[in-house]
């Protein structure tokens, strides 16, 4: 049978065929849609023979529910799973509190610039470089009882200077119950 006789039959099954995909989908609007899709695959099919086209066309109807249901499956878990990743608004910081930390960073960066150039390398080395003690030592040619007092004193000018700022000092006193964790690294 020709495509043209095929898209004879299309028509007059296409209540049917209607029926079908709205039974098989679940909603009328998604079975048009679907039967919108089958109308253009039909041009798309070859010129050979077809023995039972309305047989053929429900096949056809029943294969494009199925790819439809996992596509939809397949698209609701991806966009469950992008939702589940995404920070929940009261994980994110209110413009206040950005606010209040960029005050805080800048003075934290000034008390840095002030220090002595050993002790803000010391403190560089350790809180953003990650680096042990020891190691700490060992490049400024000091003990690492030398490198403790450096990091005390920088950790309380750091305090200092929050509190004449009127900041809170919560931050410093992290980062100073921190420091011995890394004592004999």
Known sequence: MSDGGLKAVFLAQRSMLLRLLAARLGSRDDAEDALQDM????????????????????????NL?????????????RDAGWVEIQPRAEDLPDAERVAVARSEWETVEAAIAEMPERMATAL?????????QRAIADQLGISVSGVEKL???????????LESAGGDSAPVRRLDSERGSDRAG
């Open 39 to 62: 109308w253009l695959r039909i041009d798309q099919l070859a010129e050979q023979p077809i023995a039972q086209p309305a047989a053929f066309l429900y096949r056809v109807a029943a």
């Open 124 to 132: 560089r080395m350790f809180r953003l470089e990650e680096r042990p």
């Open 65 to 77: 529910a199925t790819d439809r249901r996992i596509a939809a499956s397949r698209r609701g878990a």
């Open 151 to 161: 990091l005390q004193r920088a950790y309380k000018k750091i305090q200092e200077r």
